[in-house]
T-cell receptor
Framework: AQSVTQLDSQVPVFEEAPVELRCNYSSSVSVYLFWYVQYPNQGLQLLLKYLSGSTLVKGINGFEAEFNKSQTSFHLRKPSVHISDTAEYFCAVSDLGSQGNLIFGKGTKLSVKP | ETGVTQSPTHLIKTRGQQVTLRCSSQSGHNTVSWYQQALGQGPQFIFQYYREEENGRGNFPPRFSGLQFPNYSSELNVNALELDDSALYLC?????????????FGPGTRLTVT
């Protein structure tokens, strides 16, 4: 069975500093990978996705992620964070046999401090 | 373009009761997936409906059931509510089944079971 591990439950960072949110997955088949953001009292918004092709994926709000098949990782990065990036971030995976259903990690709370 | 909407926003029920949650898909989308997000956890897949038929189910008991209507709106029904059913219930719509269609999430319904 697939699983997703988000290695940090909370990440505090100062405004304008870089940030990396880590995600590892376990799957024996080809996967599709996603990062979603959830602001307080809201649903999930897609930040970016890896389907195939280039392993460096760029998303909205200046975020990017790199797919590393050998390390089964899909870490999310931003070179300079803003206060408005404070939210919970979820890594998710799906594969061809799952009709597009997503398996989520437990989430990482990013707190950006002034 | 109308996004995914869910009703009600919040709901309080007593153990043993039944509840119905509603979801309106984004315009043009024919697939709806439901997820349960317990406090401090990532969303967990409940089931998916494609063109009014159940098209995949996660590890949830039969007292969790659903419907999809000809206009692609959907309901999630939960019978014999338990305290552990307290969670945020998220609906997501997408265009088509399978990969790699992006899922658009609604704001969720917060269910509290006392």
């Amino acid at each position: 069975a697939q699983s997703v591990t988000q290695l940090d439950s909370q990440v505090p960072v100062f405004e304008e500093a870089p940030v990396e949110l880590r995600c590892n997955y376990s799957s024996s088949v080809s996967v599709y990978l996603f990062w979603y953001v959830q602001y307080p009292n809201q649903g999930l918004q897609l930040l970016l996705k890896y389907l195939s092709g280039s392993t460096l994926v760029k998303g909205i709000n200046g975020f990017e992620a790199e797919f590393n098949k050998s390390q089964t990782s899909f870490h999310l990065r931003k070179p300079s964070v803003h206060i408005s990036d404070t939210a919970e971030y979820f890594c998710a995976v799906s594969d061809l046999g799952s009709q597009g259903n997503l398996i989520f990690g437990k989430g990482t709370k990013l707190s950006v401090k002034p | 373009e109308t996004g995914v909407t869910q009703s009600p926003t919040h709901l309080i029920k007593t153990r043993g009761q039944q509840v119905t949650l509603r979801c309106s898909s984004q315009s043009g989308h024919n697939t709806v997936s439901w997820y349960q997000q317990a406090l401090g956890q990532g969303p967990q897949f409940i089931f998916q409906y494609y063109r009014e038929e159940e098209n995949g189910r996660g590890n949830f008991p039969p007292r969790f059931s659903g419907l999809q209507f000809p206009n692609y709106s959907s309901e999630l029904n939960v019978n014999a509510l338990e305290l552990d059913d307290s969670a945020l219930y998220l609906c997501a719509s997408s265009l088509g089944q399978g990969q790699p269609y992006e899922q658009y999430f609604g704001p969720g319904t917060r269910l509290t079971v006392t």
